[in-house]
């Protein structure tokens, strides 16, 4: 490509080649849909097998009999699901990828970071404007920072780097036209800040766009309990489209199921049910909400795929039921896995939504006060402390005769 110019500045020419693969075997479009799939399944496997040998015992929120009795919905039926669901997005993603043409090229790096040295160039007045309002004169201050870094023995590259910046027309030019410190500055913008502010976005709009549609389905009972068969052919007015999802919900959901009471059948959470949806929860919130963070955002496939592993081993990790000190994924805020396993309780199912990720929106007063979750929190701990009792009592960890749990039974399931 021929070379441009930015005002008096000439820009670096350059030619797209496609980005070579980060495994020789597959491209990095394929890996970025096969790797949060083989995360999902990766962290599962851990917490099962943790479960099955019973380690970490004193973290557990539950016990292995809650697991057993409290849940409404079997494990082949819950594997069965996900399995599925996963096949469906997998597809879905495949389609979008190659209709978008998705694919990473290089060759235009140095060009980009003369086109931020450009912006920076031009914003650099602002400074001494700032100071003019201040009563400063830049010029005679940029001057005599130079003259006194110049006096000294070994001349301090931050204060010559300040006297430029104070007054940007001192000094000569460097890479392109442009200063040294203004590529320097555009290095850090290109590789550092713009791909932090991109990834901000990404997880702004998606942890967004699942908690006001999570919030919704709590507070819309005809979203809660209507059969996802009928909201999906009703969104595309087409009757076969009916009979599909409800042919499909039979055969793999056991019979069709409600928008989001569905995932609520669990009432004892664990890893590899965390993804337990119908196929119209999964469409809506995870389908269509990632596609549109990623596409607002501009992630590189790359970066798509580090963003959406993160993502699934955060939703694998808030239904885990156990509350590791070690754990990174539960460092990041204030919902972690206890914070979302009071929400699968049914005393505790209209509160403590807040998003996985984010923590500018869970300061928000659109979240619920923190007191009713604090409070939550705490009848976890009480649950932890009964359980550990429990299983000190009994070898095998049933509640003694004569005692109730402390996790307030299920509602029982109605007939629909």
């Known amino acids: 490509m021929a070379n441009q110019t930015l005002e008096f500045h000439v820009l670096p020419s ?19 849909l096969v790797l949060p799939v083989a ?17 970490f015992s004193q973290y557990r929120i539950h016990t292995p009999e809650e697991f057993k009795q409290r849940n409404r919905v079997t494990v082949g039926e819950v594997l069965r699901s996900v399995l599925f669901q996963q096949a469906i997005q997998t597809a879905l993603g495949l389609a979008i990828g190659y209709l978008m043409d998705a694919g990473d090229f290089r060759g235009r790096e140095e060009y980009d970071v003369a086109v931020w040295a450009g912006r920076v160039h031009r914003a650099r007045d602002v400074v001494p404007w700032i100071l003019a309002v201040l009563g400063i004169d830049a010029k005679t201050l940029g001057q005599q920072l130079q003259t006194y870094t110049l006096s000294l023995v070994a001349p301090q590259k931050p204060l010559a780097l300040l006297s430029t910046v104070i007054y940007p027309h001192l000094g000569d030019g460097s890479t392109y036209g442009f200063k040294a410190w203004e590529i320097g500055v555009a290095k850090v913008i290109y590789w550092v800040l713009e791909p932090a502010a991109r990834f901000g976005i990404a997880v702004f709009f998606s942890d967004s766009w699942q908690y006001f549609w999570h919030r919704a389905m709590h507070t819309n009972k005809w979203m809660y309990r209507t059969s996802s068969s009928v909201i999906f052919s009703f969104a595309f007015h087409h009757l076969p489209l009916h009979r599909l999802f409800h042919s499909i919900e039979l055969t793999f959901f056991g019979r069709p199921g409600n928008m989001h009471a569905h995932h609520h059948k669990i009432y004892v959470p664990y890893a590899f049910g965390a993804f337990y949806n119908t196929l119209t ?44 000190p070690w754990d990174p994924l539960q460092w990041f805020n204030e919902q972690n896995t206890a914070f979302h396993d009071v929400h699968h309780q049914s005393w505790g199912i209209k509160v403590c939504q807040r998003p996985s990720l984010h923590l500018l929106l869970s300061r928000s007063p659109l979240y619920p006060r923190r007191t009713y979750c604090w409070a939550a929190e705490n009848m976890v701990d009480l649950m932890q402390d009964s359980n550990e009792v429990d299983r000190q009592t009994t070898p095998n960890s049933t509640p003694p005769s004569g005692t109730t749990s402390a996790v307030p039974s299920a509602p029982k399931a109605k007939r629909r």
């Open 14 to 32: 350059y030619t797209l080649e496609p980005v070579p693969r980060l495994v020789p075997w597959i491209s990095d479009f394929h890996l970025s």
């Open 39 to 55: 995360a999902y399944w990766f962290m599962s496997f851990v917490f099962w097998y943790i479960d099955r040998r019973d380690w």
């Open 281 to 324: 929860e999964a469409f809506l919130l995870d389908t269509i909400g990632t596609t549109l963070s990623l596409m607002l955002s501009g992630l590189t496939i790359r970066q798509a795929t580090c963003f959406g592993t993160i993502s699934v081993m955060k939703g694998v990790d808030d239904h885990c039921g156990y509350r590791l």
